[in-house]
Protein backbone atom coordinates (compact mmCIF):
# COMPACT_ATOMS: atom_id res chain seq x y z
CA UNK A 1 0.00 0.00 0.00
CA UNK A 2 1.61 3.10 -0.54
CA UNK A 3 2.45 5.92 1.79
CA UNK A 4 0.77 9.24 1.94
CA UNK A 5 3.78 12.09 2.83
CA UNK A 6 2.11 14.89 5.59
CA UNK A 7 2.85 17.47 2.63
CA UNK A 8 0.65 15.29 -0.13
CA UNK A 9 -2.25 14.78 2.90
CA UNK A 10 -2.34 18.46 3.69
CA UNK A 11 -3.07 19.38 0.42
CA UNK A 12 -5.56 17.11 -0.15
CA UNK A 13 -7.17 17.96 3.25
CA UNK A 14 -7.23 21.55 1.78
CA UNK A 15 -8.69 21.04 -1.94
CA UNK A 16 -11.61 19.23 0.31
CA UNK A 17 -11.76 21.86 2.38
CA UNK A 18 -12.31 24.49 -0.87
CA UNK A 19 -14.79 22.56 -2.62
CA UNK A 20 -16.67 22.36 0.68
CA UNK A 21 -16.51 26.16 1.26
CA UNK A 22 -17.77 26.70 -2.56
CA UNK A 23 -20.49 24.56 -2.15
CA UNK A 24 -21.60 25.96 0.93
CA UNK A 25 -20.83 29.62 -0.10
CA UNK A 26 -23.21 28.55 -3.44
CA UNK A 27 -26.03 27.41 -0.68
CA UNK A 28 -25.34 30.51 1.08
CA UNK A 29 -25.52 33.20 -2.26
CA UNK A 30 -28.78 30.99 -3.41
CA UNK A 31 -30.66 31.35 -0.34
CA UNK A 32 -29.59 35.71 0.21
CA UNK A 33 -30.50 35.79 -3.04
CA UNK A 34 -26.83 36.74 -4.82
CA UNK A 35 -27.73 34.44 -7.54
CA UNK A 36 -30.67 32.83 -8.62
CA UNK A 37 -31.60 28.87 -10.04
CA UNK A 38 -34.52 29.28 -12.38
CA UNK A 39 -37.56 28.54 -10.28
CA UNK A 40 -39.87 25.60 -10.62
CA UNK A 41 -42.89 25.18 -12.64
CA UNK A 42 -45.99 26.85 -10.23
CA UNK A 43 -48.08 24.39 -7.59
CA UNK A 44 -51.00 24.02 -9.71
CA UNK A 45 -52.87 24.01 -6.07
CA UNK A 46 -52.66 24.74 -3.12
CA UNK A 47 -54.53 24.77 0.76
CA UNK A 48 -55.60 27.64 1.88
CA UNK A 49 -57.51 28.49 5.15
CA UNK A 50 -59.95 30.82 6.57
CA UNK A 51 -58.74 31.28 10.46
CA UNK A 52 -62.20 33.17 11.10
CA UNK A 53 -64.31 30.18 10.59
CA UNK A 54 -61.49 27.53 12.00
CA UNK A 55 -63.19 26.01 15.63
CA UNK A 56 -59.54 23.95 16.43
CA UNK A 57 -60.41 20.43 16.22
CA UNK A 58 -57.95 19.16 14.19
CA UNK A 59 -60.04 16.99 11.92
CA UNK A 60 -57.80 18.03 9.25
CA UNK A 61 -54.64 16.86 11.33
CA UNK A 62 -56.15 13.12 11.91
CA UNK A 63 -57.38 13.28 8.48
CA UNK A 64 -53.88 13.95 6.97
CA UNK A 65 -51.90 11.56 8.67
CA UNK A 66 -54.41 8.57 9.08
CA UNK A 67 -54.35 9.12 4.89
CA UNK A 68 -49.94 9.40 5.13
CA UNK A 69 -49.21 7.33 7.97
CA UNK A 70 -52.00 4.68 8.36
CA UNK A 71 -52.21 5.67 12.30
CA UNK A 72 -53.40 9.28 13.58
CA UNK A 73 -50.81 11.38 14.81
CA UNK A 74 -51.38 14.84 14.58
CA UNK A 75 -47.21 16.27 15.17
CA UNK A 76 -47.01 14.63 11.77
CA UNK A 77 -49.75 16.03 10.19
CA UNK A 78 -48.80 18.23 6.66
CA UNK A 79 -51.44 21.07 8.47
CA UNK A 80 -50.45 22.09 11.98
CA UNK A 81 -53.42 24.24 13.77
CA UNK A 82 -51.84 25.97 16.67
CA UNK A 83 -53.91 28.53 18.86
CA UNK A 84 -53.40 32.02 19.35
CA UNK A 85 -54.15 31.92 23.51
CA UNK A 86 -53.78 35.70 23.74
CA UNK A 87 -56.87 35.95 21.25
CA UNK A 88 -58.54 32.64 21.65
CA UNK A 89 -57.93 32.26 17.55
CA UNK A 90 -56.73 29.06 16.03
CA UNK A 91 -54.26 29.54 13.43
CA UNK A 92 -54.30 26.78 10.50
CA UNK A 93 -50.44 26.61 8.74
CA UNK A 94 -50.85 24.65 5.45
CA UNK A 95 -47.89 24.61 3.39
CA UNK A 96 -48.05 27.56 0.75
CA UNK A 97 -45.96 24.99 -2.23
CA UNK A 98 -44.65 28.24 -2.52
CA UNK A 99 -43.16 29.94 -6.05
CA UNK A 100 -39.64 30.23 -4.52
CA UNK A 101 -39.56 27.17 -2.07
CA UNK A 102 -37.23 27.60 0.42
CA UNK A 103 -37.20 23.78 1.58
CA UNK A 104 -36.05 22.54 -2.07
CA UNK A 105 -33.41 25.06 -2.16
CA UNK A 106 -31.71 24.16 1.07
CA UNK A 107 -32.17 20.31 0.54
CA UNK A 108 -28.63 18.88 -0.14
CA UNK A 109 -29.48 15.41 -1.44
CA UNK A 110 -32.49 16.04 -4.25
CA UNK A 111 -35.00 14.75 -1.90
CA UNK A 112 -36.97 17.91 -2.23
CA UNK A 113 -38.69 17.89 -5.57
CA UNK A 114 -41.41 18.71 -7.66
CA UNK A 115 -44.61 16.19 -8.74
CA UNK A 116 -44.87 16.22 -12.40
CA UNK A 117 -47.07 13.27 -12.39
CA UNK A 118 -47.31 9.83 -13.21
CA UNK A 119 -46.38 7.13 -15.68
CA UNK A 120 -46.93 4.05 -15.76
CA UNK A 121 -48.53 4.41 -12.24
CA UNK A 122 -44.92 5.61 -10.68
CA UNK A 123 -45.11 8.70 -9.42
CA UNK A 124 -42.68 11.28 -11.96
CA UNK A 125 -40.65 13.91 -9.04
CA UNK A 126 -37.79 14.83 -11.40
CA UNK A 127 -37.76 18.46 -10.80
CA UNK A 128 -34.58 19.67 -8.44
CA UNK A 129 -32.52 21.89 -7.66
CA UNK A 130 -29.81 20.07 -10.36
CA UNK A 131 -32.18 20.60 -12.82
CA UNK A 132 -32.87 24.41 -11.86
CA UNK A 133 -29.81 25.02 -11.70
CA UNK A 134 -29.09 23.33 -15.19
CA UNK A 135 -32.19 25.29 -16.80
CA UNK A 136 -33.42 21.51 -17.82
CA UNK A 137 -37.04 22.32 -16.22
CA UNK A 138 -40.20 20.16 -16.53
CA UNK A 139 -42.72 21.93 -18.55
CA UNK A 140 -45.72 23.62 -16.68
CA UNK A 141 -48.27 21.71 -18.99
CA UNK A 142 -46.89 18.42 -17.06
CA UNK A 143 -49.89 16.24 -15.38
CA UNK A 144 -48.73 16.13 -11.88
CA UNK A 145 -49.91 18.92 -9.40
CA UNK A 146 -46.77 20.49 -9.25
CA UNK A 147 -46.55 20.39 -5.73
CA UNK A 148 -43.39 20.43 -3.79
CA UNK A 149 -42.64 16.78 -2.26
CA UNK A 150 -39.87 14.84 -0.43
CA UNK A 151 -38.56 11.80 -2.30
CA UNK A 152 -38.24 9.80 0.94
CA UNK A 153 -36.01 7.31 -1.01
CA UNK A 154 -33.59 10.14 -1.32
CA UNK A 155 -33.90 12.05 2.16
CA UNK A 156 -30.96 11.21 4.75
CA UNK A 157 -33.71 13.23 7.54
CA UNK A 158 -30.81 15.94 8.01
CA UNK A 159 -33.54 18.50 8.00
CA UNK A 160 -31.98 21.52 6.44
CA UNK A 161 -35.37 21.89 4.34
CA UNK A 162 -37.39 21.60 7.94
CA UNK A 163 -34.88 24.73 8.70
CA UNK A 164 -35.09 26.53 5.23
CA UNK A 165 -39.14 27.04 5.59
CA UNK A 166 -38.45 28.31 8.96
CA UNK A 167 -35.84 30.96 7.36
CA UNK A 168 -38.56 32.19 5.89
CA UNK A 169 -41.61 31.25 8.20
CA UNK A 170 -41.90 31.65 11.82
CA UNK A 171 -42.94 27.37 11.99
CA UNK A 172 -41.90 25.12 9.26
CA UNK A 173 -44.21 23.46 7.29
CA UNK A 174 -41.82 20.89 6.80
CA UNK A 175 -42.62 17.66 9.73
CA UNK A 176 -39.55 15.58 10.82
CA UNK A 177 -40.20 11.67 11.26
CA UNK A 178 -38.09 11.04 13.82
CA UNK A 179 -39.14 7.42 13.79
CA UNK A 180 -38.51 6.73 10.25
CA UNK A 181 -35.52 9.24 10.39
CA UNK A 182 -36.67 11.10 7.41
CA UNK A 183 -38.69 14.47 6.50
CA UNK A 184 -42.74 15.08 5.43
CA UNK A 185 -44.46 17.77 4.06
CA UNK A 186 -47.89 18.48 1.55
CA UNK A 187 -48.09 16.50 -1.82
CA UNK A 188 -51.72 17.83 -1.71
CA UNK A 189 -52.55 14.37 -1.96
CA UNK A 190 -52.56 14.08 -5.78
CA UNK A 191 -54.70 16.84 -5.79
CA UNK A 192 -57.78 15.71 -3.52
CA UNK A 193 -56.25 17.18 0.02
CA UNK A 194 -57.92 15.17 2.57
CA UNK A 195 -57.88 18.40 5.26
CA UNK A 196 -60.24 20.03 3.19
CA UNK A 197 -62.06 16.89 2.73
CA UNK A 198 -62.98 16.48 6.32
CA UNK A 199 -62.86 20.15 7.82
CA UNK A 200 -66.62 19.89 9.21
CA UNK A 201 -66.72 23.78 9.19
CA UNK A 202 -65.12 24.48 5.71
CA UNK A 203 -62.18 26.44 7.00
CA UNK A 204 -59.67 24.71 4.87
CA UNK A 205 -60.10 24.86 0.80
CA UNK A 206 -58.59 24.15 -1.84
CA UNK A 207 -57.67 26.39 -4.85
CA UNK A 208 -56.27 25.55 -7.57
CA UNK A 209 -55.37 26.78 -11.68
CA UNK A 210 -53.86 24.61 -14.48
CA UNK A 211 -51.67 27.92 -15.53
CA UNK A 212 -50.07 27.49 -11.65
CA UNK A 213 -50.66 29.43 -8.69
CA UNK A 214 -48.47 32.31 -7.56
CA UNK A 215 -48.53 31.38 -3.29
CA UNK A 216 -45.84 31.58 -0.39
CA UNK A 217 -42.74 32.83 -0.74
CA UNK A 218 -41.94 34.46 -4.16
CA UNK A 219 -38.46 35.21 -3.98
CA UNK A 220 -38.87 38.38 -3.30
CA UNK A 221 -39.35 39.44 0.48
CA UNK A 222 -42.94 38.84 -0.13
CA UNK A 223 -45.28 36.24 0.80
CA UNK A 224 -48.91 35.61 -0.76
CA UNK A 225 -51.53 34.00 1.37
CA UNK A 226 -54.01 33.37 -1.12
CA UNK A 227 -53.32 32.84 -4.93
CA UNK A 228 -54.99 35.61 -6.58
CA UNK A 229 -55.91 33.84 -10.11
CA UNK A 230 -57.18 31.24 -8.37
CA UNK A 231 -60.36 30.21 -6.62
CA UNK A 232 -60.31 29.05 -3.54
CA UNK A 233 -63.22 26.17 -3.08
CA UNK A 234 -64.66 24.12 0.17
CA UNK A 235 -65.28 20.53 -0.27
CA UNK A 236 -69.34 21.26 -0.84
CA UNK A 237 -68.35 22.94 -3.70
CA UNK A 238 -66.00 20.82 -5.07
CA UNK A 239 -68.39 17.67 -4.68
CA UNK A 240 -71.55 19.73 -5.63
CA UNK A 241 -73.39 19.13 -2.26
CA UNK A 242 -73.52 20.61 1.49
CA UNK A 243 -72.62 19.09 4.04
Known amino acids: MPKTSRRKFIAGAAIVGAVATVEAASTVGYFNHQYEPRTPPKSKGVVVTDM ?4 GC ?10 NEGECQPDLARIQILKDYFEGDYLPNPCSQCVWPGCLYSCPTGALQVDTGTEGGFPQMEVRLTSLLSGKLTPDTTPGTNARV ?10 QCVEGCAKIFDISRVRFNSKKQVVTKCHLCGGKPQCVRFCPV ?3 MY ?10 YDGQGNIIWRPPEAKAKREDELRGILW
Open 52 to 55: EVCG
Open 58 to 67: RSCQAACTVF
Open 150 to 159: VNTRECIGCQ
Open 202 to 204: GAI
Open 207 to 216: ASSDQGVSNG
